[in-house]
Structures are given as C-alpha cells and as structure tokens.
C-alpha cells in the first residue's frame, strides 16, 4: 500500500495485513529445496534436478543400427507400428495430416523413429524423440527434422 499520497510525492510503506512481503515464503521454499532463492529468481535448485534428470535418460539408446545395417531395439524388443488417428480433425488445414500408421525405419539420436506409411507425395511424415526437446515430435519430410515440427508431445513449446 501507500500512505494515502498520490503522485511523486506518494511515500510507499508497504503495510504487509497479508503476508505478502514477509520472508515466510522464502522459509518455506528452503525447507522444501525449491525456488529457495539461491539465484536471482530462486529457478536453480529446481531446474538443475530436472536437467540432471533428463539428462540421464537422453544417454540411453533405445534404439541402434547393427553392422549391416538393421535397426534393433533395446532388450531385443520386436518393433511395432504406431497409429496417429483424430489428429486430422483438429489440424484440418494442415496439408496433408499427420494422421496414418507410422513404421519403425532409423534411429535418431539413441531413439527409434517412425515414418508414415501411404503418405502423399510430398506429405511425408516422421514420428522420432527429441532429445532437444524432451518430447515426441512430428516432422515434416522424409526424416527427423528438428527445424520443421508439425506436432509436439511435451511441455515446451516448439
């Protein structure tokens, strides 16, 4: 609040009824390890075990190619086929849809990737993990391409 001034010449003495500029807040966060204002925003502590996290997984390979050249997935997992459907109906402007059977043809960064079956010329699809990303995308064309994401499944946006 203010003490009732207006202008340049208002005096501010915040009157803290509710809490809001105690440091009660930071005391919780400390005791809980998050947002503890140990930089400038307090973001450290928390992103710092989501990266170490994720960094983790992105060392595994799910997927490699063996010397001639067949692809084999972790714990000699058979591949399977991956159906998109109903994507179509809320993206209908987009040229030739994501929906269709995606089949396991490479291996982008430890990962498996799909490409789309029957696609139209032209319209090729790719469903491939995202190490940059930390989702499963949709390309445009013939292989995984981070530059040019028609769908994504994670939490940050493209």
Not at 43 to 68: A, I, R
Request: with cysteine; hydrophobic share 25%.
């Amino acid at each position: 609040g203010y003490d009732g001034m207006y202008g340049s010449d208002a005096v501010y003495d915040y009157i803290d009824d509710y809490g809001y500029y105690s440091d009660d807040g930071d005391l919780y966060y400390e005791e809980y390890g998050y947002y503890s204002g140990d930089d400038l925003w307090g973001y450290d502590d928390y992103y710092d075990e989501y990266y170490d996290y994720y960094g983790e997984v992105d060392k595994v390979k799910d997927c490699t190619v063996d010397k001639d050249g067949k692809i084999k997935l972790a714990n000699s997992t058979a591949p399977c086929d991956i159906k998109l459907e109903g994507v179509d109906k809320q993206a209908d402007l987009l040229k030739g849809g994501l929906d269709g059977v995606y089949k396991l043809f490479a291996c982008h960064d430890g990962r498996p990737a799909y490409k789309r079956t029957k696609s139209p010329a032209g319209e090729e699809r790719v469903l491939f993990y995202s190490k940059e990303f930390g989702d499963w995308d949709v390309s445009k064309g013939a292989q995984a391409n981070e530059s040019d994401i028609l769908l994504y499944g994670g939490e940050l946006e493209h």
